[in-house]
């Protein structure tokens, strides 16, 4: 009986060894593919990087559009009334119509 009794005990070790075994293995691999999910080229934090990357390039092309379509409708005004281009070459390049003098004053000094 005290053979038995110490197989049993072996056993017991045994199976608790191999359990411990895999379950030290299975965190492990849990811990790995975490690591792996979390970091790296195809991880969540990556992900949301590049979330935050292309609402900030969203913004950028609807601010463009708009400056886009503000341009549009400029040259659309140039086009269509030449009060809009003489306005804007006075303005821009500091152009003069005939017979005007264009004054220039310095900044005063600070």
Same mark, same amino acid.
Request: net charge neutral; no cysteine; proline share 2%.
């Given at each position: ?33 975490? $690591?792996?999910? &979390?970091? =790296?080229?195809?991880?969540? !934090? %990556?992900?949301?990087?590049? @979330? ?8 950028? $092309?609807?601010? &463009?559009? =708009?400056?886009?379509?503000? !341009? %549009?409708?400029?040259?659309? @005004? ?33």
């Amino acid at each position: 009986m005290d053979a038995r009794h110490q197989l049993r005990k072996q056993v017991r070790t045994e199976l608790k060894l191999r359990q411990f075994i895999y379950r030290a293995i299975l965190v492990m691999v849990l811990a790995y593919f975490g $690591v792996w999910l &979390l970091s =790296g080229d195809t991880g969540l !934090l %990556r992900y949301f990087d590049l @979330r935050e990357t292309r609402e900030a390039v969203r913004e950028d $092309v609807d601010s &463009l559009e =708009g400056r886009n379509a503000e !341009l %549009r409708a400029s040259v659309e @005004r140039m086009r269509q009334n030449d009060f809009y281009v003489e306005k804007h070459a006075r303005e821009e390049f500091g152009m003069a119509g005939k017979g005007e003098i264009i004054f220039l004053y310095p900044e005063p000094s600070r």
